[in-house]
């Protein structure tokens, strides 16, 4: 049962993330492979915030959304010299700065080390560390960011998100600024990404710089153009095809010595024959 409650959590907290990302890349167009650096200020924030000054989970998260907000900000306004795949170069590149700031400013993060004994939420004598009751939060969270992205996307602001993923120069031409929408979104984004941060950062109580390399980054922009770009349902389905496919790839019965790398071989084959017959993922509205 803890297994299952565990997957359920991991579930939860890539579905924030996705749904961060499928804003950025699905509804705009813009190609960021960054999101694991924001997802990493956030963990980071609340790691900090809880070790070091006892602050309650909470606040914290606030306050990891406001650094992560700032941050983006200026990492966006960067990325808005770019276009199309020089935008995509552009994002790697930052992800790699983030990882290797959390990876050297050890007087901070405490470097490769990382920082343990982060606590368990709490909230009006409300104690979040048994595994279900903290499933229990992960999902009102994830409620929460599922909803307000649909708003987002339902509203005039999501149109205009729309308009310029399909023809930005055309939207220019109607006297629309595309560079705040780009830079809010973005903004948008990388703060609901910083909460998945938090969330997994109180659940694993500790945090390092490997959680949120690049390769982080691409898994989650596997995961949305697998369950559909611009589908808030298919990145859903996305998120809980690739995190329970591995698990469930354990167990099949692969022979002891080599189970590892044919789980790793099957599962690739299976994501290859997805995107080769289904290129516009499950529930896709939008092609890369």
């Known amino acids: 049962?803890?297994?299952?409650?565990?997957?359920?959590?991991?579930?939860?907290i890539y579905s924030i993330l996705a749904l961060s990302l499928n804003l950025i890349v699905g509804y705009t167009g813009l190609l960021s492979i960054t999101q694991a650096a924001f997802y990493g200020i956030g963990a980071y924030a609340t790691a900090i915030l809880l070790t070091s000054f006892g602050m309650n989970f909470f606040l914290s998260i606030i306050v990891g959304m406001i650094i992560t907000?700032?941050?983006?900000?200026?990492?966006?306004?960067v990325l808005s010299k770019f276009d199309g795949d020089y935008f995509a170069l552009g994002s790697f590149g930052f992800n790699i700065i983030v990882y290797s700031i959390f990876l050297n400013w050890q007087s901070l993060t405490r470097g490769p080390l990382g920082i343990p004994g982060i606590s368990k939420p709490s909230l009006f004598g409300l104690d979040f560390g048994e595994n279900i009751i903290f499933l229990i939060l992960v999902i009102?969270?994830?409620?929460?960011?599922?909803?307000?992205?649909?708003?987002?996307?339902?509203?005039?602001?999501?149109?205009?998100?729309?308009?310029?993923?399909?023809?930005?120069?055309?939207?220019?031409?109607?006297?629309y600024n595309t560079l705040f929408f780009k830079l809010t979104i973005f903004a948008i984004g990388a703060m609901i990404a910083s909460i998945a941060g938090a969330l997994f950062a109180s659940y694993i109580t500790?945090?390092?710089?490997?959680?949120?390399?690049l390769s982080e980054s691409i898994f989650i922009l596997a995961i949305i153009i697998l369950g559909g770009l611009a589908n808030n349902k298919g990145v859903v389905l996305g998120v809980v095809c690739l995190v329970i496919l591995p698990e469930a790839l354990r167990f099949v019965g692969?022979?002891?010595?080599?189970?590892?790398?044919?789980?790793?071989?099957?599962?690739?084959l299976i994501l290859i024959l997805l995107m080769l017959y289904r290129p516009q993922g499950l529930l896709g509205e939008y092609k890369l």
């Open 1 to 12: 049962m803890d297994y299952l409650i565990h997957i359920a959590i991991l579930i939860g």
């Open 140 to 175: 009102i969270f994830a409620l929460a960011v599922y909803f307000t992205s649909r708003f987002i996307t339902n509203s005039s602001f999501g149109r205009v998100l729309k308009a310029i993923r399909e023809d930005e120069k055309a939207i220019e031409v109607f006297g």
């Open 254 to 268: 692969f022979p002891s010595d080599i189970a590892a790398q044919m789980r790793q071989v099957t599962y690739g």
């Open 69 to 77: 907000g700032v941050v983006s900000l200026a990492i966006g306004y």
């Open 206 to 213: 500790y945090v390092d710089p490997t959680s949120f390399a």
